[in-house]
Nanobody, 123 residues
Framework: QVQLVESGGGLVEFGGSLRLSCAAS????????MGWYRQALGRERELVAD???????NYAEAVKGRVTISRDVAKNTVSLQMNSLKPEDTAVYYC?????????????????WGQGTLVTISS
């Protein structure tokens, strides 16, 4: 089994910065793509950014130029540096991994989600 635990959420003023971190833990696992998603109140969950094991990145248009995703494969962590934050960035941010583990290791990959961390931007 794999667990993803996010940290770093909180209340930030308009224009401020925040860094989210996600740590994957478990035994005998490996994650390929990892990413950050967010869900604002009353809205569907949406991609913020994702990153492959090789370090290739993809960003949502709404955050391009303000957000940087990074990853430490050896430490099983993925981070999201967010700058120039706006009230519309307010949401619960979730870490997601596409991971293989257990008896299906190397055979099948599963989506694994963290519990989410709340980011609130004050205007």
């Amino acid at each position: 089994q794999v667990q993803l635990v996010e940290s770093g959420g909180g209340l930030v003023e308009f224009g401020g910065s925040l860094r989210l971190s996600c740590a994957a833990s478990g035994s005998g696992f490996s994650c390929s793509d990892m990413g950050w998603y967010r869900q604002a109140l009353g809205r569907e969950r949406e991609l913020v950014a994702d990153i492959t094991r090789a370090g290739n990145t993809n960003y949502a248009e709404a955050v391009k130029g303000r957000v940087t995703i990074s990853r430490d494969v050896a430490k099983n962590t993925v981070s999201l540096q967010m700058n120039s934050l706006k009230p519309e960035d307010t949401a619960v941010y979730y870490c997601k991994g596409f991971c293989t583990y257990g008896p299906m290791y190397g055979i099948k990959y599963f989506e694994v989600w963290g519990q989410g961390t709340l980011v609130t931007i004050s205007s």
